[in-house]
């Protein structure tokens, strides 16, 4: 099995690194394929994977072909690789909102994944949410799955729709965190705080709760109401968040990240 990773961003890149850990591949079953000079040379600096400048030294090559790049470079890309490909080649394709319909069309092949990503795939604690073409068996899939594995977890739906609706949660979902976070240390920083110490103070907050979360059966409201008592300092903060319609602003971006994934699809 060969796999080859098209665009070396930050996704790319990312499953590149981590699927050159697995037990399933070595440096030279796997390669990456960029048309950025600056870029190639940066990534050639690295060992664990062959790196590439012209696509047809290695498209027909591949086994498992990942599509990293922005969805609006798709249709140029299509276009180019289109003479390259084979029947039998999966396309596993980490693009927001292009559908698998339009790569099916496009590069007239029937195996396509579609996957939704997240960042802290580059510590390997990434989501990736999937869904597959009928086409594909259910060995191919498994083996796929494996490669979504590499950079974290990965979990299996059942239509696209909740690929777009992944996006909305796990998918830009960090930034979302990092908001909150940034917020929070404005405020330790306003409070006096030095820049150290509201790093510590707004990153281990943050680790603990998840692993709280984590480590119990219990829902986030129930923690917040472990926390907060009755005319306490906790209490006064969930009760400012809920006068300013915090929850409901949170749900409404989650939701405006859906649409927007929705309208890449119809464009």
Not at 165 to 171: E, F, L, N, P, R
């Amino acid at each position: 099995m060969r796999i080859l990773v098209i665009g070396g961003g930050n996704m790319g890149l990312t499953y590149a690194e981590g699927m050159s850990t697995s037990f399933l591949l070595n440096r030279h079953k796997l390669m990456i394929y960029d048309k950025s000079e600056e870029l190639i040379a940066s990534l050639r600096e690295h060992s664990n994977f062959n790196v590439y400048d012209k696509i047809e030294d290695c498209l027909p090559q591949a086994d498992v072909v990942f599509i990293a790049v922005k969805p609006f470079h798709s249709e140029a890309l299509f276009s180019e690789i289109k003479p390259l490909i084979n029947k039998e080649q999966i396309f596993v394709s980490i693009m927001a909102g292009v559908t698998i319909e339009t790569i099916q069309n496009s590069l007239d092949v029937k195996k396509v994944i579609r996957a939704m990503p997240n960042l802290p795939a580059q510590v390997g604690k990434g989501v990736t949410s999937y869904t597959e073409a009928k086409e594909v068996s259910r060995i191919e899939l498994l083996m796929v799955r494996n490669l979504l594995d590499t950079t974290g977890e990965s979990i299996r739906v059942s239509s696209e729709n909740f690929i777009d609706a992944s996006t909305g949660i796990s998918g830009s979902g960090p930034a979302y965190v990092f908001y909150f976070m940034q917020s929070m240390l404005e405020a330790a920083l306003k409070m006096g705080f030095s820049t150290n110490d509201s790093k510590i103070l707004v990153s281990k907050t943050f680790e603990g709760a998840v692993e709280l979360f984590n480590q119990s059966d219990l829902s986030p409201n129930t923690w917040m109401e472990r926390v907060a008592s009755k005319g306490g300092t906790t209490r006064a903060a969930l009760d400012s968040m809920e006068d300013n319609n915090v929850k409901e602003l949170i749900k409404d971006a989650a939701y405006a990240a859906f649409d927007r994934a929705v309208e890449l699809g119809n464009e």
